[in-house]
Structures are given as structure tokens and as C-alpha cells.
């Protein structure tokens, strides 16, 4: 076993800015495996999350530490410096539209504790046997007590946990475990449906498309930084023009929920192995691009094109989800902002209220 659990208290860091508050009230503590393991199969990990403070937490819990329920990413793992291929999905999310089950309630003095296992969600065989360092994600998008009622929760803040890593020899059997046995289709069948699908993919690209021509032409404008603050306009640029120019034979683009990520508030998700993208019912209840110019607003995140873009640049670009809320994508550093998906979407989005209508 390693030589103690380590705990990870809640620091504010000089590096860390835009939403990213103060606080000390959340402690992290993560155990895990022996320091030498001989198969992917031992690399299982148990997570306490403790709430020091005096009022109730309530936490979204896909994509961290909290989340064991989807194949999201939970922990950043390395060897060596590089990181190793994370194969599971990234999800999408409507904060209107996430029920109760989609966060984690963490009342004053208690912990709440879970488990990982992240043997098929990450590619250690391509890594080759070494020492892996794993970092619990721990960037906590926290829902606000309205007048500081537990039960009426409105707002979220972003609050990001630093901890500890943690490292593990890893030798023997390494071979990739499949996240599920049966493989991704394209099997919408349900006419309505594929025809909506690929309407917004089509809006997708043209937003994309658009959005790339006003950043070459426009340059570090007043919206641009707003988004990206000193970000390379040729970086961002770059994944506007990949998902623009997608035309992979092989992705495709599925109306069943496959791999079950459909869970509540999930709009849809990629398969980062394949870059299958998965849409969830609450997808097919968005509406036209065109609608944000008839009284559609950006910050809603409905725009269809706005979602099946941001799921592209996971596809197409690698891109993360960081954080949700264009407010609060316009709040990250720039060093987050360009590599959260839902930057794109918003800020593709507004481009095209203010220039397509």
C-alpha cells in the first residue's frame, strides 16, 4: 500500500484564476493500490471527499473524483511526463436540466466515499510498463444554497482542489481492457431523429466554419479574449477549422444511448477510443441554430449546432470539459479556456448571433 493516504486540502493557487474561489472547506483524501502492481487489473482506487464546513456542499459530479458511475475521466494519469490515452467519454450537460442524481450532496462535518476503477479507461499498453502517476480530478462545479436553504440549490461555482499524486509501478499484464464488449453503430433508426442529427451536424460545421473566419479576421478582439484571454488565435482557430473540415468515414454519430451515458442532465457524450459521438434524449429537444436569432440566448446552450460542435472538437481535437455555463467559461484561464469544449460552443454561438442574423 502506498506509505499513507494522502489528503488534499482545498488551496487557492496563483495560477489558478477566473472562477476558481477560495476555499477550505473540502478535503480530499484518495487510496489506492500496493506502489508495485503486476496487472491493469489492481489499479483500483478508493476516494473520501470531506465537508468541513458548516453548511451543506452540493457537487456535479461528472468528469471528478466523484463520479463512478460513467466512464468519465476521474484521474489524470502519466508516465514519465506524458500522458496516457484516456478512453472512456466526455459528457455534455444541461446544469437546467440535471436532476438531483447527477451531484453529490455532501453534508457539514460528513464524507462521502467512492470507488475507481479505471482499468479500461486508460491505454497503459501503449504506455509500456513504468511508473504511473495519478491525479484525482478534483475541479468541483458547486451548486449554490439559495438564501442558504440545503434543499434549494440555484447558482454553481467553480472550485478547484489541489492534491497530492499519486504513483504506482506497473509491470505484468498490461494489456488494453475494452470499456464495453459490444461495439458502437450507427443505428438510429427513428427517422425524426437521424434526420435532426444530421441537420445539426451540418450546423455544427457551419458554425465552426464561421466561427474560424471571424477569429482570422478579427483577430484578439474583445470577444475573442473574453473567451480565450491570451490564448493563440491560431490554436483556437485551428479547432474550429477541424471540426469544420471533419470527414471521417468511420465516426459515427449514434441516437442509442450504447455505452449508457445518458444519465441525468447529459446531453451527449464522445467515446474518446473511437471519437463516437452519442446523443441522449435531452439533445432532441434543442432547437435550430437560426433560433438565436429569434430570441434563443447564447447562455442557454440549446443552440443544436452549439452542442454537436462542442462534441467535434473532443472528436476531432482532444479538447476536455473543464467546466460548463459560458459565464463561467468566459471566467477560466486562458490555459483552461482553450481546452474546454464548451468554450467553443459558446463562443461559436455568440459569433453567430452577432454576425449571422
Known amino acids: 500500500m502506498f506509505s499513507a493516504p494522502f489528503v488534499a486540502l482545498v488551496f487557492a493557487s496563483a495560477a489558478l484564476a ?14 489506492g493500490p500496493s506502489s508495485n502492481v503486476t496487472s491493469v487489473d489492481d489499479l483500483k482506487f478508493t476516494a473520501s471527499v470531506t465537508n468541513n464546513g458548516l453548511e451543506s456542499v452540493k457537487i ?31 459528457v455534455q450537460v444541461s446544469l437546467t436540466e440535471a436532476d438531483d442524481s447527477a451531484y453529490v450532496v455532501i453534508p457539514a462535518g460528513e464524507t462521502v466515499t467512492v470507488n475507481h ?12 510498463a513504468g511508473t504511473f502517476t495519478f ?18 440549490f440555484i447558482d454553481h461555482d467553480a472550485v478547484e482542489i489541489t492534491a497530492n499524486k499519486v504513483e504506482v509501478k506497473l509491470s505484468g499484464d498490461l494489456a488494453k481492457r475494452e470499456l464495453l464488449t459490444k461495439r458502437a453503430v450507427d443505428i438510429c433508426t427513428t427517422a425524426s431523429r437521424k434526420s435532426f442529427i ?14 474560424a ?17 491570451t490564448s493563440s488565435t491560431s490554436t483556437v482557430r485551428s479547432v474550429f477549422t477541424n471540426v469544420a473540415n471533419e470527414n471521417s468515414g468511420s ?92 468554450n467553443y460552443n459558446c463562443f461559436s454561438t455568440q459569433v453567430f448571433a452577432n454576425t449571422g442574423c
Open 18 to 31: 477566473g472562477p476558481f474561489k477560495r476555499t477550505s472547506n473540502l478535503a480530499v483524501n484518495v487510496s
Open 60 to 90: 456535479l459530479k461528472y468528469g471528478t473524483i466523484l463520479d463512478n458511475g460513467l466512464p468519465t475521466q476521474s484521474f489524470g494519469v502519466t508516465k514519465d511526463g506524458a500522458e496516457v490515452p484516456f478512453t472512456g467519454i466526455r
Open 117 to 128: 476503477d479505471v482499468t479500461s479507461l486508460f491505454d497503459f499498453a501503449s504506455a509500456g
Open 135 to 152: 491525479e484525482p480530478v478534483t475541479t468541483f462545479q458547486v451548486a449554490e444554497a439559495e438564501e442558504s436553504k440545503v434543499s434549494s
Open 198 to 211: 444530421d441537420a445539426a451536424y451540418s450546423e455544427a460545421k457551419t458554425l465552426a466554419s464561421r466561427a
Open 213 to 229: 473566419s471571424y477569429v482570422a479576421s478579427n483577430g484578439a478582439n474583445s470577444l475573442f479574449t473574453s473567451y480565450y484571454k
Open 251 to 342: 465516426r459515427t454519430l449514434s441516437c442509442t444511448d450504447s455505452f449508457g451515458g445518458c444519465s441525468s442532465g447529459v446531453i451527449a457524450y464522445t467515446v474518446i477510443s473511437t471519437t463516437n459521438v452519442y446523443f441522449c434524449s435531452i439533445f432532441f429537444n434543442e432547437v435550430a441554430d437560426s433560433n438565436l436569432c429569434r430570441g434563443t440566448t447564447v447562455a442557454s446552450r440549446n443552440a443544436r449546432g452549439g452542442t454537436v460542435l462542442h462534441e467535434l472538437t473532443h472528436a476531432t481535437s482532444g479538447t476536455s470539459d473543464v467546466i460548463y455555463g459560458c459565464a463561467n467559461d468566459q471566467a477560466l484561464s486562458a490555459s483552461n479556456a482553450v481546452r474546454n469544449a464548451d
